[in-house]
C-alpha cells in the first residue's frame, strides 16, 4: 500500500506506521529509513491521492524527541538545514532516533 522508488543502491534499514505532521496537516502512513533518506508516504483523504515527504540524511540538521499531549514519548521532531520542521508519531521513537542518528554518521 505505502510505496515510493529507491534508488538503485539504496537500502530500506526501518520502517513502521506513523502520521504526519506539517503545516497544520496530518497524514497517516508509513515511515521509512534508508541508509541515504527518510520518507514519509501517506494518503491525503482517500486512497488516490498519495503523498510523499522526504529528507536526504545528509540534510538533516537536528533530530530530537518530543511528546503527544506532553506525556506520550511518541515523536520524531526533524529540523532541516532549511529549517523546515516536520514531525512523525511513531512506535519506538527512542530506537528510531538511535537509527537515524547512527545512519547520519555513516552518511557524514
Known amino acids: 500500500m505505502y510505496s515510493f522508488p529507491l534508488e538503485p ?23 521509512y529509513l534508508t541508509d541515504q533518506r527518510l520518507v514519509f508516504v501517506g494518503y491525503a483523504l482517500n486512497i488516490t491521492n498519495k503523498y510523499m515527504d522526504e529528507v ?3 540534510h538533516i540538521k537536528e533530530i530530537l524527541p518530543e511528546k503527544t499531549f506532553f ?3 511518541n515523536v520524531l521532531k526533524v529540523v ?4 523546515k520542521v ?5 512506535e519506538g521513537r527512542n530506537e528510531w ?3 537515524i542518528q ?3 554518521n555513516i552518511v557524514d
Open 97 to 99: 532516533l538511535k537509527a
Open 56 to 58: 536526504p540524511l545528509a
Open 9 to 31: 543502491d539504496e537500502l530500506i534499514k526501518k520502517k513502521c506506521l506513523a502520521s504526519y505532521a506539517s503545516n497544520r496537516e496530518v497524514l497517516t502512513g508509513a515511515l
Open 86 to 90: 516536520l514531525k512523525f508519531v511513531v
Open 80 to 83: 532541516t538545514i532549511k529549517d
Open 71 to 73: 506525556v506520550i514519548p
Open 102 to 104: 547512527r545512519q547520519i
